[in-house]
């Protein structure tokens, strides 16, 4: 199964989205070895920082960028996401409470 890894190259003066693809068994999550693994073949010599918020920091001094988080993970399987701005828009165009004409 492939998962894709949204993830966020932190700058001093920009930020880069940018993807990676790890490949795991049926059923699996990556790990942090996997995540570790992928950023390595992309050139990026990372430690992780944070486990819960899935940052990393380089591991040598002198990288260009400051850190990198995962910003989501893609493994195909559907996923209910509510589209806040459409609910925003719903709410504010219908009424919220009927009244009589």
Partial sequence: ?????HFEVVYPHENKELRGLIFLNEGEKPSERDFLDMFQSMGFKLRI???????FKPAEA???YSLIRIRSLDTGEK????DQEL?????HLL???????
Avoid: F, H
């Fill in 1 to 5: 199964m492939e998962c894709i890894v």
């Fill in 49 to 55: 920082e944070d486990r819960e918020q899935l940052i």
């Fill in 95 to 101: 009424p919220g409470e009927s009244r009589p004409l």
């Fill in 79 to 82: 996923t209910y996401k509510e």
């Fill in 87 to 91: 609910r925003a828009l719903l709410t």
């Fill in 62 to 64: 002198g990288a260009a």
